[in-house]
């Protein structure tokens, strides 16, 4: 099981890396600008990922297309 938690972490991590500006820059424009709440719906969308990457749903480290 730790070499499953590591490859989570790796995972998670690169999707992070590609994908946070795009997240940001969405909530950043639906909230007028709000940076408090960008910053904590950024979050909350990136802790639901890892709660659901880590249940195992295969596309929670996807983004629409």
């Known amino acids: 099981h730790e070499r499953e938690g590591v ?3 790796s995972s998670v991590a690169s999707f992070y890396d590609r994908s946070v500006r795009d997240v940001y820059r969405y909530f950043h424009r639906a909230t007028a ?3 408090r709440t ?3 719906l ?3 969308t990136f802790m639901a990922c ?3 990457a880590a249940d ?3 596309d929670a480290l996807t983004m629409p297309g």
Do not use: F
């Open 7 to 9: 490859d989570l972490r």
């Open 56 to 58: 195992g749903q295969r």
């Open 50 to 52: 890892v709660r659901a």
């Open 38 to 40: 960008t910053e904590d």
């Open 42 to 44: 950024t979050q909350e």
């Open 33 to 35: 600008g709000d940076r």
